[in-house]
């Protein structure tokens, strides 16, 4: 059984900053890639952040230069540094993962129960 759980999120006003956590625990042979992504009420699930294990990252043109995406490999962690927050950041956060919980299965998606961050103006 593999779950993924959200740490970090909350209430900030515009400007501050924030720090999610995600931690990958269970039956695990093999992560892939680990990213971010947010559901705003009535708006549809996006990516905000992936980072593949050799440390290439990719960002949504929304959070560029704000967000930063990294990961601890030997802890089977992801980690998103959210600074210079806007109103419109505000959302429920998930993460994300693609792993192989052994040899004999090949790479699923699972999910976080996701965190909620808001931001005030």
């Known amino acids: 059984q593999v779950q993924l759980v959200e740490s970090g999120g909350g209430l900030v006003q515009a400007g501050g900053s924030l720090r999610l956590s995600c931690a990958a625990s269970g039956s695990i042979f093999s992560i892939n890639d680990m990213g971010w992504y947010r559901q705003a009420p009535g708006k549809q699930r996006e990516l905000v952040a992936v980072?593949?294990?050799?440390?290439?990252?990719s960002y949504a043109d929304s959070v560029k230069g704000r967000f930063t995406i990294s990961r601890d490999n030997a802890k089977n962690m992801v980690y998103l540094q959210m600074n210079s927050l806007k109103p419109e950041d505000t959302a429920v956060y998930y993460c994300?993962?693609?792993?192989?919980?052994?040899?004999?299965?090949?790479?699923?998606?699972?999910w976080g129960q996701g965190t909620q961050v808001t931001v005030s103006s």
């Open positions: 994300n993962a693609h792993i192989r919980p052994s040899t004999a299965t090949p790479y699923s998606p699972y």
């Open positions: 980072i593949f294990p050799s440390g290439t990252t």
